[in-house]
């Protein structure tokens, strides 16, 4: 029986990324839910232009999608009354709904965003007479992957060869599912490949991942003294420098210089200084991973942590939130099944039991939070409420992490 979409009273924002045949990520889908205080077709259309608005305006295209472009679902109503000036021509892709028919109208409206500098994607796309028109308008076609037969598929790569609209491969969850695509000509791919480990036979952990992996978890233990954690990270040169590099950025607004790690504990708190040497542990250890997988592993981290912390369970609950959040995708990072990559790691009884899927507060809340980056929100409200948490605090939490990232993002580059 489907279940009923969640009672909202805020924007739900995430995001899913888009990837070419390298896996360079060229841009971001937005995944919307408006509040839940429209009713009727008018209103719900209102609702989207202004769940479009509120999301960016608080978030931030730059939070959102960094460098690369918005994908941004709208609305029939919303194509023909005008976008909203919060999306910019050079940062968007007007992506048409499935639901949305290509009369008249539509091919109009589309014309004239094609001429404002808009690229436009079509959704769950099948090339008929009654679509025609809109196929030279598009700079991309969505297919899911699970409805593409061969001969839709060298159907749209000739038009794709032929200069028309370039095919994106929609709810591509394998690596062979993505290499098969790709070898076939396929252009562009959504989907949670990356996250689903390809698992190298026999392959065992290296020296120095075997050292960062140890020093993720001793930044994560609560019962660890100022002293222990300058003692941590001051013998690792590297990580020492790029540590020191970040937390004397812009973005901190220190008034003096900071130039030990001991001096930033005391003026930054633990708690801070931990989280970045976390990621900078993280990034030293995945050097050959997927940047996104980092990227996604950071946000699910601070998302963890942050919803740890309202919970009112102590204060050894967001640290251990935030390094199962950190960890999740070690496998994926590793190539390793995470039982192999956690044989040898010495974490907490309950965190460990979490990445394997047992079923206790730590992996309900990263659950939780993988569920609200993937859109599935009914489940993120779920899980939020066996945790006695107010769903209010997922959007807050991501968001958060989505700024926290992008800033990481920026020091890393």
């Known amino acids: 029986m489907e279940r009923s979409a969640p009672v909202l009273n805020q924007v739900f924002v995430a995001r899913q990324g888009v990837f070419d045949q390298s896996r360079k990520v060229v841009g971001y889908e937005l995944l919307l839910q408006a509040p839940a205080e429209a009713s009727g077709a008018d209103s719900l259309d209102r609702q989207s232009a202004r769940a479009i608005s509120d999301a960016i305006v608080a978030v931030g295209l730059d939070a959102l999608a960094?460098?690369?472009?918005?994908?941004?679902?709208?609305?029939?109503?919303?194509?023909?009354?005008?976008?909203?000036?919060?999306?910019?021509?050079?940062?968007?892709?007007?992506?048409?709904?499935?639901?949305?028919?290509?009369?008249?109208?539509?091919?109009?409206?589309?014309?004239?965003?094609?001429?404002?500098?808009?690229?436009?994607?079509?959704?769950?796309?099948?090339?008929?007479?009654?679509?025609?028109?809109?196929?030279?308008?598009?700079?991309?076609?969505?297919?899911?992957?699970?409805?593409?037969?061969?001969?839709?598929?060298?159907?749209?790569?000739?038009?794709?060869?032929?200069?028309?609209?370039?095919?994106?491969?929609?709810?591509?969850?394998?690596m062979t599912v993505f290499d098969e695509m790709a070898a076939a000509g396929c252009r562009y791919f959504q989907g949670g490949f990356l996250g689903h480990p390809v698992v190298r036979q026999g392959r065992v952990a290296q020296g120095p991942q075997i050292t960062y992996l140890r020093l993720l978890q001793a930044l994560n233990n609560p019962n660890r003294s100022l002293d222990d954690l300058d003692e941590l990270v001051k013998h690792d040169a590297p990580l020492c420098f790029k540590l020191l590099r970040t937390v004397n950025s812009a973005g901190f607004g220190l008034r003096s210089t900071v130039t030990s790690i001991r001096d930033a504990l005391l003026l930054l708190g633990r708690d801070t200084v931990r989280r970045w040497a976390s990621l900078w542990g993280l990034a030293a250890l995945s050097q050959q991973a997927h940047s996104e997988l980092v990227a996604t592993a950071t946000?699910?981290?601070?998302?963890?942590?942050?919803?740890?912390?309202?919970?009112?369970?102590?204060?050894?609950?967001?640290?251990?939130?935030?390094?199962?959040?950190?960890?999740?995708?070690?496998?994926?990072?590793?190539?390793?099944?995470?039982?192999?990559?956690?044989?040898?790691?010495?974490?907490?009884?309950?965190?460990?039991?979490?990445?394997?899927?047992?079923?206790?507060?730590?992996?309900?809340?990263?659950?939780?939070?993988?569920?609200?980056?993937?859109?599935?929100?009914?489940?993120?409200?779920?899980?939020?409420?066996?945790?006695?948490?107010?769903?209010?605090?997922?959007?807050?939490?991501?968001?958060?992490?989505?700024?926290?990232?992008?800033?990481?993002?920026?020091?890393?580059?």
């Open 299 to 413: 946000i699910r981290a601070r998302s963890c942590e942050v919803l740890a912390s309202t919970l009112g369970d102590g204060d050894d609950l967001a640290p251990q939130a935030f390094l199962v959040g950190l960890c999740s995708l070690l496998d994926a990072i590793l190539e390793r099944s995470l039982a192999d990559v956690l044989e040898g790691f010495p974490i907490a009884g309950e965190a460990k039991a979490a990445l394997l899927g047992d079923d206790n507060r730590l992996r309900t809340l990263l659950d939780c939070a993988i569920a609200y980056e993937r859109g599935q929100w009914q489940v993120a409200v779920d899980k939020a409420a066996r945790l006695r948490l107010d769903p209010a605090r997922l959007p807050v939490a991501y968001e958060d992490a989505l700024k926290w990232s992008r800033e990481f993002e920026k020091q890393r580059g």
């Open 66 to 174: 960094g460098s690369s472009r918005a994908f941004v679902t709208v609305s029939r109503r919303l194509l023909l009354d005008g976008l909203p000036d919060v999306l910019p021509p050079s940062r968007v892709v007007v992506q048409l709904g499935a639901d949305i028919e290509a009369d008249a109208e539509v091919v109009s409206a589309c014309r004239v965003l094609r001429e404002a500098g808009y690229a436009l994607a079509v959704d769950d796309f099948t090339l008929t007479p009654w679509t025609a028109d809109l196929a030279p308008l598009a700079s991309f076609v969505k297919v899911d992957v699970a409805g593409l037969e061969a001969a839709a598929r060298t159907e749209l790569l000739a038009a794709q060869a032929a200069g028309g609209a370039a095919l994106l491969v929609k709810n591509v969850e394998a």
